[in-house]
């Protein structure tokens, strides 16, 4: 059973720093794709970052890029997202999904995360 598992979001000050975890199991990420969204109260899920299945592509939502890296730690299966610069506008609820092929459209992903809270505010 493919499962996927996030963790690291809590609270932190504009202009502050925060990782989140994605621990996969059920499968590895070498053929995988691990997209990252997230949900504001009232808007709709956004992508916000992916990494390919060979860890070398990585792509970025505009309005991240710059502040947000994505990566793959150095077993085959977690993915982080760094997130640093954060600001009001980053609060939301961040979710990891996996498919065969990065996308940034939700509907394009078939295994999610339950979801873990960033909140930026002081």
């Known amino acids: 059973q493919l499962q996927l598992v996030e963790s690291g979001g809590g609270l932190v000050q504009p202009g502050g720093s925060v990782r989140l975890s994605c621990v996969v199991s059920g499968f590895t990420l070498d053929y995988y794709a691990i997209g990252w969204f997230r949900q504001a109260p009232g808007k709709e899920r956004e992508g916000v970052s992916c990494?390919?299945?060979?860890?070398?592509?990585?792509i970025y939502a505009d309005s991240v890029k710059g502040r947000f890296t994505v990566s793959r730690g150095n077993d085959k299966y977690t993915v982080y997202l760094q997130m640093n610069s954060l600001k009001p506008e980053d609060t939301a609820v961040y979710y990891c999904?996996?498919?065969?092929?990065?996308?940034?459209?939700?509907?394009?992903?078939?295994?999610w995360g339950q979801g873990t809270q960033v909140t930026v505010s002081s």
């Open positions: 999904a996996a498919d065969s092929y990065c996308s940034d459209r939700y509907s394009a992903y078939h295994y």
């Open positions: 990494i390919s299945s060979s860890g070398v592509a990585t």
